[in-house]
């Protein structure tokens, strides 16, 4: 053996320099590994329903009246007094999706903008969380319906 455990000490620091990798490496991989579930791709018809001026019969096909009004930015800016016509921007990202009996929720986080024909900010949405509920396949889905959410600390857990 050494004198004064040095032989002692240098093996516990190995030991322990060891372990943090270890940890740091599972750890680092479960982040990064990390794949939301992806049961339907509905981000073309969330956009839809946010920038389309009207509600036709192929958007009927995909989703229910009550889900296109309560999102549109056009029926929106009826509420607002300002100059005509209005552009909006938005942009979403999805965070997850689960299947629960039967029925896709899709949980997604959105940035909505409305501005007038001078390019004044009217009426705006960030970070906002939104849960839409999803029957179907990729070949024919339906948004029945829609849930906003004041912050994404207010989203139910099973839908995280």
């Not at 909505?112 to 509920?133: I, P, R």
């Amino acid at each position: 053996m050494y004198k004064n455990g040095a032989y002692n000490k240098k093996h516990c620091l190995i030991i322990a320099i060891i372990i943090v990798i270890i940890i740091a490496t599972c750890l680092g991989y479960k982040y990064v590994s990390y794949k939301p579930n992806k049961y339907v791709d509905i981000n073309d018809l969330v956009n839809k329903a946010y920038t389309s001026s009207k509600y036709d019969s192929e958007m009927a096909k995909h989703m229910s009246k009550d889900v296109y009004k309560e999102a549109n930015g056009y029926i929106m800016s009826e509420m607002y007094q300002c100059k005509k016509p209005i552009k909006i921007s938005f942009k979403s990202t999805e965070i997850n999706q689960h299947k629960i009996n039967g029925k896709i929720f899709v949980y997604m986080v959105y940035d909505f903008k409305m501005f007038d024909a001078d390019g004044k900010l009217v009426t705006g949405a960030l970070n906002s969380s939104v849960v839409f509920t999803v029957t179907g396949t990729n070949d024919n889905l339906y948004i029945e319906n829609k849930r906003e959410y004041m912050s994404g600390s207010e989203v139910p857990k099973m839908y995280k």
